[in-house]
Every structure is written in structure tokens, then in C-alpha cells.
């Protein structure tokens, strides 16, 4: 006999809000379609990313110079071309390395966020809370930091040290963290002084237990929506970078790089340079949607 699984009044309530908030969700997103319509495109991209290999039509790296510049299938006029989006100028196919150029993105992306968004929370962190002397020496390098412009000092960066996705991800983590920094700096000196966190302090709630329970709870949505936001700068940068030829290497398919190696055919053969550049808009475009969405879902000044 199979056993017989009993629920709980507790599991059923748990179920229940489960359900009650997925069900809010849900409305929110079709009384929002601009929040729907970046949902879509970031998950296409983030599918892209992982299963790149089973959607891809053909291999990124195979080229085929009878194929060169062929245009794409449903654009030529003779009905000979097998690619869907055209080729590139080596024959390699186009689709397939817009696909495959979707993990490189989203990596710069993910992994360059989640370093500046650990170090600025830290650092605004301790800076709202204990100010004085930290918070003013804090902020200094803060200011130092925004005296620089990025892609000069990425270009000093990449050129002394060489390309590389990770030396990438490294710059742009710890150039950003300032803004994290900022933004928290200022969120934290407010709501440190609201009477519950004065409560906490008075009944001998140590600094790391007030930061932990009281203080990061309400800046979380403000980390979340702004994570969102520097995922799709980091993707324009990174492209900007590989463009340049300081970001990827050339034998890894970018979207970046594609546009680099386009440059020369622009007049003859579109394809080559408008769809990795619509890949990088629709994404960048898909993330910014997602982040205003986001805002207006976590923000409780927004809600009325």
C-alpha cells in the first residue's frame, strides 16, 4: 500500500498564500504588459543561455566560405541560402552564433552585478549605519571612483592585463559598486532613525543583528530593481569593450564581436550588423522593462 500523506493546517495555509501570491503576481503582470513584455524577453535570452547548444541550427564556430555573406533564407531572391538570418563573413551562421553569444552576455552580466551589488551593499551598508569617519572616508573613494571615466579605465585596464571574459566581469564589478554603495548609504540613514530600529538599539540588539533584521529587509527591493538595471549596462558595456577588441576574445561568438567583425559589410550585407545589434537592444530593452516592472511591484511608496 502506498503511504497515505496527511496535510497539515499549517502546510494548507502555506499552500494557500502560495497560491494567493502567485495569483497577485499574476494580475499585476497583466495590468502591466510593458513588465510582462520584459519578463518574456529576459527568459528567451536566459533560454538561449542555457540550451544554446540544443537550439542552436549549426555549430557557432563551423564556417563555409562558398557561404560567405550568404543572406538570410527568407531575403534571397535566388532561394539558395540555408540560413535563416544569413551568414557572416566566414559562412558561419548567423543564428546560431546570436544564440550562442546570449551565455556571454548574460554572464558579464549576472556575474559583474553580483560583485558590485555585494561590495556596495556592504560598504553603504556600514556607511549609513556608523557614518563619522567611515562614512566619510567611504564616500571619498566613492567619489574618487566616479572621477574616472569607464571605458578609459577599462582601456588602461584591459590593455595592461589582456581580454578575457572574467577580467571583464572583475572591472565592471569593482567599478559599479558605487552606485549600490550610494543608493544604500542613503536608504539606511533613513531608515536607521525610525522609532523600531531605535526599539532594537534600546533593548541591546547588537549592530550586525539591527543591520541584519531591521535595516537590509528594507533596502532589499531597492538592490533588486538596481541589480536589474546594471545587468542590461553591463551587457551594452561588454559589447562596447568587445567591439573595441579589449572584452572577449574574437574565437568566442559575442554579440560584441559580431558587430566588430561587421563593420566592413554593413553597405553590402545588413544582416551581419542588425540582428546581433537587435539581439543586444531587445535584451538590454527586456531587463529595463523587468527592472521598472520590479520597482513598481517591491516600491511601497508606488503603491496606492
Known sequence: MEPVVVQTDQDIKISHKRKSRFKKTLTFLKKNPSGM?????????????????????????EASLTSRLAPPSWADEAGESTYFLGADQLGRDLLSRIIAGAKISLMVGFFGVIISMVLG?????????????????????????????????????????????????????LTYWVGFARLIRGQVISVKELEYVQAAKAVGGTHFTIIRKHIFPNVLSSILVLGTLYIAEFILLEASLTFLGLGVDPTIPSWG????????????????????????????????????WLRDKLDPNLKV
Open 257 to 292: 564581436g559580431m558587430l566588430a567583425d561587421s563593420r566592413n559589410y554593413i553597405s553590402t550585407a545588413w544582416w551581419t550588423a542588425t540582428f546581433p545589434g537587435l539581439a543586444i537592444m531587445l535584451t538590454v530593452l527586456g531587463f529595463n522593462l523587468l527592472g521598472d
Open 37 to 61: 513584455l520584459g519578463l518574456i524577453l529576459v527568459l528567451l535570452t536566459i533560454a538561449c543561455a542555457l540550451f544554446s547548444s540544443i537550439i542552436a541550427p549549426m555549430d557557432p564556430g
Open 121 to 173: 551593499t556592504v560598504l553603504g551598508l556600514i556607511s549609513g549605519y556608523f557614518g563619522k569617519w567611515l562614512d566619510d572616508f567611504i564616500m571619498r573613494i566613492a567619489d574618487i571612483q566616479l572621477a574616472f571615466p569607464f571605458i578609459l579605465f577599462a582601456i588602461i585596464i584591459m590593455s595592461v592585463l589582456g581580454t578575457g571574459i572574467w577580467k571583464i566581469v572583475l572591472i565592471l564589478g
